[in-house]
């Protein structure tokens, strides 16, 4: 019922940036909380970074100040701003959406884009 497509990923040097951009549309009551996890293969997903609805963020200790997640109210969107990107942060990343949808019982959605590849190349 909640659909989250992602876009902005791609292939970049080592300190060079790039923005990813989520946004989330269906029938939808509120978002609470907006993430970025990203996964290597055979590996767990990992939390890069969370915004609440009213802005309280954190991040992973590996991109804590290199990278700078918003989000757009208005149209359920949320970014992933990331800077001096270095070869360790090749991963595909995935967005998340927590929060309820429209209809009389509001239920609970959770909610993961596709996923876009994000290569660092050194």
């Known amino acids: 019922q909640v659909q989250l497509v992602e876009s902005g990923g791609g292939l970049v040097q080592a300190g060079g940036s790039l923005r990813l951009s989520c946004a989330a549309s269906g029938s939808i009551l509120r978002i609470n909380t907006m993430a970025w996890y990203r996964q290597a293969p055979g590996k767990q997903r990992e939390l890069v970074a969370a915004?609440?609805?009213?802005?309280?963020?954190n991040y992973a200790d590996s991109v804590n100040g290199r990278f700078t997640i918003s989000r757009d109210n208005t149209k359920n969107t949320v970014y992933l701003q990331m800077n001096s990107l270095k070869p360790e942060d090749t991963f595909v990343y995935y967005c998340?959406?927590?929060?309820?949808?429209?209809?009389?019982?509001?239920?609970?959605?959770?909610?993961w884009g596709q996923g876009t590849q994000v290569t660092v190349s050194s």
């Open positions: 998340n959406a927590v929060g309820k949808v429209l209809g009389f019982m509001s239920r609970d959605f959770n909610s």
């Open positions: 915004i609440s609805s009213g802005g309280r963020t």
